[in-house]
């Protein structure tokens, strides 16, 4: 007959039967790179381990204010008519422009779509950081802010750049989050940008960058 220990680890109690099962393979966290700590590449919020809060808000903060990759729109001059123009002409050119980005910006607002030039801009800040750590934590922040689908600024990416970012984020690197960069780049320019070139907004930019007609013009 077995010991009143014996039948209690025979027959777990309410607590251990109503415990969830232990994650498989499948579900587990990838496993940390050799020599890093496995804390930074857990991509979610329970890290002690990683930049205190003020330097992620600040990070967090618009990210054309401090890009080092692209020049900052902060008290640009406005755009000439010309440079205006060439927006029309090439999705790169109105990228590159800081007046550009900014305008772009303002009308994937009003669409509930900034999230992807937020991402966009991220990925260019984190390709011009040679700082390993640095490049640790800020690949950790962006997979929060924009690839977990836990997170509400989430951008829309197929399965299989998703695959290869988990697997990149084993050991990230500035070039972690390319392939997702250049598909959140395709998705803007085929689907939003068309739509901006047809906007209100747009059309104002025109009009104010056009010079004043002469007097006597009609």
Not at 58 to 71: E, F, I
Not at 209 to 215: I, R, T
Request: net charge negative; hydrophobic share 35%; proline share 9%.
């Amino acid at each position: 007959m077995p010991t009143a220990h014996e039948a209690d680890k025979q027959h777990p109690g309410p607590e251990e039967a109503d415990q969830a099962p232990s994650m498989s393979s499948h579900d587990a966290a990838p496993p940390a790179a050799p020599g890093r700590s496995p804390c930074c590449l857990c991509w979610c919020c329970c890290c002690s381990c990683s930049w205190s809060e003020g330097q992620r808000r600040a990070w967090r903060a618009p990210a054309d204010s401090k890009l080092q990759s692209l020049p900052s729109c902060e008290a640009c001059s406005p755009p000439s008519l010309e440079e205006v123009q060439s927006w029309a002409r090439s999705f790169d050119k109105l990228m590159h422009s800081p007046a550009g980005r900014s305008a772009f910006r303002a009308f994937l607002r009003t669409e509930y779509s900034e999230e992807n030039m937020l991402f966009w801009l991220a990925c260019e800040e984190l390709k011009a950081e040679a700082d390993q750590h640095v490049v640790d934590e800020k690949a950790r922040l962006i997979y929060e802010d924009y690839v977990s689908i836990l997170s509400p600024r989430e951008v829309s990416l197929d399965a299989r750049v998703r695959e290869g970012i988990n697997r990149r984020m084993q050991e990230p690197s500035a070039h972690t989050f390319d392939d997702a960069q250049l598909q959140v780049y395709t998705l803007m320019h085929r689907d939003s940008y068309p739509r901006f070139l047809g906007s209100p907004a747009y059309r104002a930019l025109l009009l104010q960058a056009s010079p004043p007609a002469a007097p006597g013009e009609a």
